[in-house]
Antibody, heavy 122, light 106 residues
Framework: EVQLVESGGGLVQPGGSLRLSCAASGFSFSSYSMNWVRQAPGKGLEWVSYISSSGDTIYYADSVKGRFTISRDNARNSLYLQMNSLRADDTAVYYC???????????????WGQGTLVTVSS | DIQMTQSPSSLSASVGDRVTITCRASQNISSYLNWYQQKPGKAPNVLIYGASSSQSGVPSRFSGSGSGTDFTLTISSLQPEDFATYYCQQSYSTPTFGQGTKVEIK
């Protein structure tokens, strides 16, 4: 079974840091690009960051650029998100998401982890 | 960034109704459009990719259409388990999502 399990969320003060982890199982992790997507409470979905299968291509949403760092360890089947200088508007459930490419070369997000809640508050 | 606009933001419907949700892109995205379903407290699940291709295991009552800037998700006969929030997402460039459409029980 393909599975993604996030961890590392919690309560942090504004300006603080947090590192999220995502453990992947049931598929060849090193063959897939990965993403982080977040969802603020009661709000919609926002893509946060992308990393290619080898880790050599990385993208960030403008809202987190310069503050967040995505990385991966293919030997450990793990994805990470280092979050620094956290702000109240970073409060959200953070999902680890695999990027799947269909035979017709369309990319989509599947599967999603269960999410981990990050709360930034004093 | 490409902006995605869904309509309506919410709708009320009855079991058995035909439901249509639309999604408009701010520029041409060809068929690089995906649809997701999210139930309360759960992660989203993909329903449709490439505008009209159904993900394996998705009931046939769900269908997608469109290309360019205008897209549609149709539920042919709404079932109790379909009450959820639906999101479109473009994969033409840096991913962006629509704001969501909440389908509620009438």
């Amino acid at each position: 079974e393909v599975q993604l399990v996030e961890s590392g969320g919690g309560l942090v003060q504004p300006g603080g840091s947090l590192r999220l982890s995502c453990a992947a199982s049931g598929f060849s992790f090193s063959s897939y690009s990965m993403n982080w997507v977040r969802q603020a409470p009661g709000k919609g979905l926002e893509w946060v960051s992308y990393i290619s299968s080898s880790g050599d291509t990385i993208y960030y949403a403008d809202s987190v650029k310069g503050r967040f760092t995505i990385s991966r360890d293919n030997a450990r089947n793990s994805l990470y998100l280092q979050m620094n200088s956290l702000r109240a508007d970073d409060t959200a459930v953070y999902y680890c998401v695999r990027q799947f490419t269909s035979s017709s070369r369309y990319n989509y997000f599947d599967p999603w982890g269960q999410g981990t809640l990050v709360t930034v508050s004093s | 960034d490409i902006q995605m606009t869904q309509s309506p933001s919410s709708l009320s419907a009855s079991v058995g109704d035909r439901v249509t949700i639309t999604c408009r892109a701010s520029q041409n995205i060809s068929s690089y459009l995906n649809w997701y379903q999210q139930k309360p407290g759960k992660a989203p699940n993909v329903l449709i990719y490439g505008a009209s291709s159904s993900q394996s295991g998705v009931p046939s009552r769900f269908s997608g259409s469109g290309s360019g800037t205008d897209f549609t998700l149709t539920i042919s006969s709404l079932q109790p388990e379909d009450f959820a929030t639906y999101y479109c997402q473009q994969s033409y460039s840096t991913p962006t999502f629509g704001q969501g459409t909440k389908v509620e029980i009438k």
